[in-house]
């Protein structure tokens, strides 16, 4: 069984930086995505980045969503934990961000296993 915990959130300004980790334990598969998604008050959630690995060949492949694109990066950290280095947050970037595995690229509808999610919040 999969588990997730993410961490790293917390307050920034404008223009700030934050970096999200997601741990995860069990196992995962040999291809799988990883997922960041967040979820603001009166909003549906929405993937923000994932991560394609095949533990094959190592091949590796993210995506973005438009909104972060060129602001924020998911990389491996210590296989099989993701992290999220957000750059440049402004205030649209806050809410609750959560890490998930074993869906689609950016669907959320798509994940199975899902973390509690860790609180973002950027002041203007």
């Known amino acids: 069984q999969v588990q997730l915990a993410e961490s790293g959130g917390g307050s920034v300004q404008t223009g700030g930086s934050l970096r999200l980790s997601c741990v995860a334990s069990g196992f995962l598969g040999r291809r799988y995505y990883m997922g960041w998604f967040r979820e603001a008050p009166g909003k549906e959630r929405e993937g923000v980045a994932s991560l394609y690995f095949d533990s094959a060949s190592s091949l590796s492949r993210a995506e973005y969503s438009d909104s972060v694109k060129g602001r924020f990066t998911i990389s491996r950290d210590n296989v099989p934990n993701v992290v999220l280095q957000m750059d440049n947050l402004a205030p649209d970037d806050s809410g609750m961000y959560y890490c998930?595995?074993?869906?689609?690229?950016?669907?959320?509808?798509?994940?199975?296993?899902w973390g509690r999610g860790t609180q973002v919040t950027v002041s203007s």
């Open positions: 998930a595995q074993g869906g689609h690229a950016l669907t959320a509808g798509t994940y199975r296993t």
